[in-house]
């Protein structure tokens, strides 16, 4: 799987008037897994939101290979694209949430094949073949005429990467993605998104799994406060962290 380069300049996001993103930076390169820590209330959550734009920024932008998420850049002026467009381009972000939000009423085959005949037109046949590949590739081949509530949690959130991975996404975005997870479940899941990483899919993770960012991470982010407080390299910011803020929230998690 090839990745695609994420850019994110500038990008502010009010909420009312509380600020939510004050100016967050964040670039992710091709084929690199970005872990994003920080308290609750932080702002990880919007900033995915933002990367695949179900939230319009106050002020910044967001870019994918270059194509800007969401507007169209005309001399010095930013033109909104139209619903269409962006559901176009959010098609193409993959994302997976911390409740799996599977289709209850589709069988876990059919909740991988619907978007992509549905949103991009593809054949239905040949979405069949790659959705049951990439049950297979998650470890659940067998599963694919079962209903969602037959299934172990980590078993929907494995399918939910699998239905995000059916759209050929050029990133990838996970959102807590082992946090509703009884703790015997969480490392099956784990796995498959490290499979991904090492498959070189650009990823961004947000979690409170150190381990897993130790393990996985190109690049680990800090935020609080709406902004990034700190970020590099995995054994730099985990193990010698420069910001009191970053030491005392791993203090909390580790
Ligand atoms: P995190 O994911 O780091 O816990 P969020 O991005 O979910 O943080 O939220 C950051 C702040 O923005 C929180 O104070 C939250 O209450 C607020 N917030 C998030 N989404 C909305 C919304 N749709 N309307 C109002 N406030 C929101
Ligand atoms: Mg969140």
Known sequence: MSGATIEVR???KSFGDHEV???VDLTVPAGTVTVVLGPSGSGKSTLLRLINHLEKPARGVVSIDGELIGYRRSGDRLHE???REVLRQRTRIGFVFQNFNLFPHLTVLENLVEAPVSALGRPRAAVRELAL???GRVGLADKADEYPRRLSGGQQQ???IARALALEPKVLLFDEPTSALDPELVGEVLDVIKDLARAGSTMVVVTHEIGFAREVADTVVFMDGGVVVEQGPPEQVLDRPE???TRAFLAKVL
Do not use: F
């Open 10 to 12: 500038g990008l502010h």
């Open 81 to 83: 694209l139209r619903e």
């Open 21 to 23: 993103l004050r100016g």
């Open 158 to 160: 494995r399918v939910a």
């Open 243 to 245: 910001h009191p803020r």
């Open 133 to 135: 590949e990439l049950l």
